[in-house]
Nanobody
């Protein structure tokens, strides 16, 4: 069982930055690939970024590539999402998620993740 708790969301002006954190419980955090997803009102949950269990490989949605960076610190059971040059269209609830899947193709799909956090709101004003 893994419990995930996100933090770091808030209100920021367009062009600003935020860093989201996701702290995991349990001693097997380093076994899990981690992902960040987001969901805006009236829209489906969408993939943002993912990172392998070792942190060696990352992958981003085209809409955030070059602006967002995912990283992890297995010693702290924490995964991060650094978000720079934020845009109003980045406004959403952001969720972190954990999976034991090793399939690169699967790691961008919400259904591939077993554990989810409660989400943190990010609001970007224009």
């Amino acid at each position: 069982q893994v419990q995930l708790v996100e933090s770091g969301g808030g209100l920021v002006q367009a062009g600003g930055s935020l860093r989201l954190s996701c702290v995991a419980s349990g001693r097997t955090f380093s076994s899990y690939a981690m992902g960040w997803f987001r969901q805006a009102p009236g829209k489906e949950r969408e993939f943002v970024a993912r990172i392998t269990w070792s942190g060696g490989t990352t992958y981003y949605a085209e809409s955030v590539k070059g602006r967002f960076t995912i990283s992890r610190d297995n010693a702290k059971n924490t995964v991060y999402l650094q978000m720079n040059n934020l845009k109003p269209e980045d406004t959403a609830v952001y969720y972190c998620a954990a999976t034991l899947s090793r399939s690169a193709a699967a790691l961008s799909r919400p259904g591939s993740y077993t554990y989810w956090g409660q989400g943190t709101q990010v609001t970007v004003s224009s």
